[in-house]
């Protein structure tokens, strides 16, 4: 008796929960992903957030204003501040007006600036809108005097509140 | 179809005229080809799981005085933490003579310290420029950490909503010469 090479036509699986699932992760993560911001994706820095205990506050993404103070990957031991805005109106406005800043840099998402640049694009940004929050969003490798000049400046504008940005201690 | 009186009195009105020749075909076997559906999604699951980062940052508050105006405290409510150069913390509360006080260790001794004086205790942060801003925010989570004991002992004990007084002062010569032997 020849055997007859059955062809398996027509064999299928039944996918449907595979897709239920797939669906169900594809929908967890779409919502839950958050994109890094224009600013973010050209920056050639990272910063190396310190750690602090799990808190609930979340940083509000609405009329915030961040001053990053990084250490420039490049060369390694130079810091430098950077000033960064979420609401788009408000950013055009300041960084226009703001004096003594650098015109290439004017229509960038993110400006790198000196102490008296920062002072004057935090006055600018307190003009434009009162209600911006502040946050200082600072490598945790730097000195601390890098901390208490960009302090100092928003004591002089009179933004005595604003946030640190932190990252969530593991395992806690 | 099966009898009308096996079903449930909702159904007699579909017995009602000439009853249905039809029968009702059940769909067995029916298939549709789902695999190009679910290349697309996997295709963008993959995508959205390796673009999401799950760790959002989160933000400490900070109040840092206006313009440094004068104001008057009791030395004897005042408790000075002091960070060296070299990432030391010190601690003296009121005059007495600063001490190393180890991180792990901080987080009690602002318990003791504060329902001692009820509220009235002032936190003061003195920061050497060379210290490392790694330690200031471990400091400041310690003090943050430390609320979370206070305010429910505080309201135990002497039926007090706790008000928070902390500052971050300026570190001056004078200080550093008191924590520089240590």
Same mark, same amino acid.
């Given at each position: 008796?020849?055997?007859?090479?059955?062809?398996?036509?027509?064999? =299928?699986?039944?996918?449907?929960?595979? =897709?239920?699932?797939?669906? *169900?992760?594809?929908?967890?993560?779409? @919502?839950?992903?958050? @994109?890094?911001?224009?600013?973010?994706?050209?920056?050639? @820095?990272?910063?190396?957030?310190?750690?602090?205990?799990?808190?609930?506050?979340?940083?509000?993404?609405?009329? *915030?204003?961040?001053?990053?103070?990084?250490?420039?990957?490049?060369?390694?031991?130079?810091?430098?501040?950077?000033?960064?805005?979420?609401?788009?109106?408000?950013?055009?406005?300041?960084?226009?007006?703001?004096?003594?800043?650098?015109?290439?840099?004017?229509?960038?998402?993110?400006?790198?600036?000196?102490?008296?640049?920062?002072?004057? *694009?935090?006055?600018?940004?307190?003009?434009?809108?009162?209600?911006?929050?502040?946050?200082?969003?600072?490598?945790?490798?730097?000195? @601390?005097?890098? *901390?208490?000049?960009?302090?100092?400046?928003?004591?002089?504008?009179?933004?005595?509140?604003?946030?640190?940005?932190?990252?969530?201690?593991?395992?806690? | 179809?099966?009898?009308?009186?096996?079903? %449930?009195? %909702?159904?007699?009105?579909?017995?009602? %005229?000439?009853?249905?020749?039809?029968?009702?075909?059940?769909?067995?076997?029916?298939?549709?080809?789902?695999?190009?559906?679910?290349?697309?999604?996997?295709?963008?699951? #993959?995508?959205?799981?390796?673009?999401?980062?799950?760790? #959002?940052?989160?933000?400490?508050?900070?109040?840092?005085?206006?313009?440094? !105006?004068?104001?008057?405290?009791?030395?004897?409510?005042?408790? #000075?933490?002091?960070?060296? %150069? &070299?990432?030391?913390?010190?601690?003296?509360?009121?005059?007495?003579?600063?001490?190393?006080?180890?991180?792990?260790?901080?987080?009690?001794?602002?318990? +003791?310290?504060?329902?001692?004086?009820?509220?009235?205790?002032?936190?003061?942060?003195?920061? &050497?420029?060379?210290?490392?801003? &790694?330690?200031?925010?471990?400091?400041?989570? +310690?003090?943050?950490?430390?609320?979370? &004991?206070? !305010?429910?002992?505080?309201?135990?004990?002497?039926?007090?909503?706790? +008000?928070?007084?902390? !500052?971050?002062?300026?570190? !001056?010569?004078?200080?550093?010469?008191?924590?520089?032997?240590?």
């Amino acid at each position: 008796m020849s055997k007859v090479k059955m062809k398996r036509t027509g064999f =299928v699986l039944d996918m449907t929960p595979l =897709v239920d699932i797939a669906f *169900l992760l594809l929908t967890f993560f779409m @919502f839950t992903a958050k @994109f890094k911001s224009e600013a973010e994706s050209e920056q050639k @820095f990272q910063i190396k957030r310190p750690k602090a205990s799990a808190d609930t506050s979340k940083i509000p993404d609405k009329n *915030l204003a961040i001053i990053k103070i990084a250490i420039d990957s490049a060369n390694i031991g130079d810091t430098s501040y950077y000033y960064e805005m979420t609401n788009e109106k408000d950013r055009a406005v300041v960084y226009a007006t703001a004096k003594g800043i650098d015109d290439a840099q004017r229509l960038k998402m993110q400006i790198k600036a000196t102490l008296p640049n920062l002072e004057e *694009l935090v006055q600018e940004t307190r003009i434009q809108n009162p209600s911006t929050k502040f946050a200082i969003d600072a490598d945790k490798r730097i000195r @601390f005097k890098w *901390l208490n000049d960009c302090m100092d400046v928003m004591r002089k504008k009179k933004a005595t509140a604003f946030n640190l940005v932190t990252d969530k201690k593991q395992g806690m | 179809m099966a009898g009308g009186g096996t079903l %449930g009195a %909702g159904r007699e009105r579909a017995k009602r %005229g000439k009853p249905s020749k039809r029968k009702k075909k059940k769909r067995v076997g029916f298939v549709l080809d789902m695999t190009p559906l679910v290349d697309i999604a996997f295709l963008l699951l #993959t995508f959205f799981m390796f673009t999401t980062t799950m760790t #959002t940052p989160q933000i400490m508050q900070m109040f840092i005085p206006p313009d440094p !105006t004068d104001v008057e405290v009791k030395m004897s409510e005042l408790f #000075t933490l002091r960070v060296r %150069g &070299d990432d030391k913390v010190f601690y003296n509360p009121g005059i007495d003579e600063p001490q190393l006080v180890l991180l792990k260790d901080l987080k009690k001794m602002m318990v +003791e310290a504060n329902i001692k004086l009820k509220n009235r205790l002032i936190t003061v942060l003195k920061v &050497d420029d060379n210290a490392s801003y &790694d330690v200031v925010i471990k400091v400041l989570d +310690e003090l943050n950490l430390a609320e979370a &004991d206070i !305010t429910p002992a505080l309201l135990k004990d002497f039926n007090l909503p706790r +008000e928070r007084r902390f !500052t971050i002062a300026p570190m !001056t010569e004078k200080d550093l010469e008191e924590i520089k032997p240590l």
